[in-house]
């Protein structure tokens, strides 16, 4: 028997933190590695216990070798002659796992130490490769836990406990910074959940990205909550300038994914419960935008303030009289025009030579057609009353089909 590696590191006693070794990862170090050496390789785990090997009769036994090993923090090599030492122990060499300077466990490789010698480092070097690379995944798992829960935290009513508060601080997360919420709802319906989760995890990958410093949060299987930064690099809020980058991050997320998605943005509401506000309001605004503009990708509240608010929970009889003024046009032909002319000319603040210029008309087609409205609806153009009645049951009518041709009748 040889001892080498003195410089070795102690490992911590067991229940100091140490991680444990996962049985499946070890199984699989252990059947990788069998296929290059051709020889048999055990794992075993902080308390010297054979948790994977090419010989399964060996599963759950302690290995005396192993023991020497921890106890030592150094590789021990078992000649032939040194066997009846070890009790049920084989020749061979037996190496310490270590992830950080934390020895978490030790491979061996069955055989004449002399010849495996080289391949035992190379063994030992693979097997703690995968074993800190499945540690990094734990920890960025653990994380992004940590990060969902605080998202949903935030937007509740209640406010955010202090031990989740501490654990925003260490992932260096500004809990002061201002943030408006938003809802990205995925439409697409794949062949099958497992297909949709798939292209759902690259979705939050992409959302993620840490330069965006957003955070994220899925609601459901095909509800994401985002929390963006508010405002632009000037400090300031600004409605275009999330428009625009709304508009680039669904362009790059289908591109990257293939999936079919709708953003929702609420309002950015300041003070301590600006976040759960900010968050009724982009549910809200989804939940309208879904029956009033069913074709659309982006909503927002700050543009559909007026139908968010006066939006009946189950579309009951308010909703109703408050449509009322606009029924008859509605059933009228060539209605898809006359709601694109109306919707145009209060857009224009009702005033004649922009609407006309807007629409392509001349003053007389648009004097027509706001005629014609008048005529069909029974109300009043001239009547602030009856303006304002129609102002608010276009806010409440869902998107008609694209406009088509202006009929010919418009007179010049």
């Known amino acids: 028997m040889s001892i080498s590696d003195p410089t070795a590191h102690t490992a911590p006693p067991d229940g ?6 996962d049985p499946a990862l070890a199984q699989a170090i252990v059947d990788r590695s069998m296929a290059i050496t051709g020889c048999n390789i055990n794992v075993m ?19 005396d070798g192993a023991l020497l090993v921890l106890a030592r923090s150094s590789a021990v090599e078992i000649e032939a002659r040194a066997v009846r030492q070890f009790g049920g122990a084989q020749p061979g060499v037996n190496l310490p796992l270590r992830i950080g300077r934390a020895i978490v466990g030790c491979v061996g490789l069955t055989g004449a130490p002399g010849t495996l010698r080289p391949y ?16 990094q995944n734990r920890t960025l798992s653990r994380e992004a836990r940590l990060r969902e829960e605080l998202v949903l935290s935030l937007v509740r009513e209640a406010p955010t406990p202090p031990a ?11 809990l002061r910074q201002p943030r408006v919420a938003a809802i990205i709802e995925i439409r697409s319906e794949g062949p099958d959940a497992a297909s949709l989760l798939g292209e759902r995890h690259q979705l939050i990958t992409l959302l993620c990205e840490p330069e965006r410093g957003n955070l994220i949060a899925p609601l459901s299987l095909s509800e994401i909550a985002v929390l963006k930064p508010a405002l632009t690099t000037k400090g300031t809020w600004s409605l275009d300038w999330h428009r625009e980058r709304a508009h680039r991050l669904l362009a790059r997320a289908r591109a990257a994914t293939g999936l079919d998605l709708r953003l929702a943005l609420g309002g950015f509401v300041e003070g301590a419960d600006g976040l759960v506000r900010s968050f009724h309001t982009a549910r809200a605004t989804l939940d309208v935008g879904r029956r009033l503009h069913a074709t659309r990708d982006l909503l927002f509240y700050d543009e559909m303030r007026l139908a968010v608010l006066l939006d009946a929970p189950s579309q009951d009889w308010r909703t109703q009289e408050l449509r009322a003024p606009l029924r008859p046009l509605l059933h009228a032909p060539g209605h898809t025009m006359l709601l694109h002319t109306l919707r145009t000319w209060l857009a224009h603040g009702m005033r004649p ?4 210029a807007a629409l392509g008309l001349h003053r007389n ?32 009518t869902p998107d008609m089909p694209p406009l088509t041709e202006p009929p010919p009748e418009d007179p010049l």
Do not use: F, K, N, W
Request: aromatic share 2%.
């Open 16 to 21: 100091s933190g140490r991680p444990d070794i």
């Open 164 to 174: 989740l508060a501490r654990s925003a601080a260490r992932l260096g997360i500004d």
């Open 120 to 135: 035992a480092e190379l063994v030992r070097m693979a097997a703690e490769t995968m074993l800190e690379h499945a540690r």
């Open 365 to 396: 087609s648009l004097d027509y057609r706001l005629r014609r409205i008048e005529s069909i609806c029974g109300l009043d153009l001239g009547s602030s009353t009856d303006i304002v009645a129609l102002y608010l049951a276009l806010h409440l």
């Open 45 to 63: 785990d902080a308390r010297g216990v054979i948790i994977a090997s090419g010989d399964p009769a060996r599963l759950g036994h302690v290995h």
């Open 353 to 356: 030579q922009p609407t006309a």
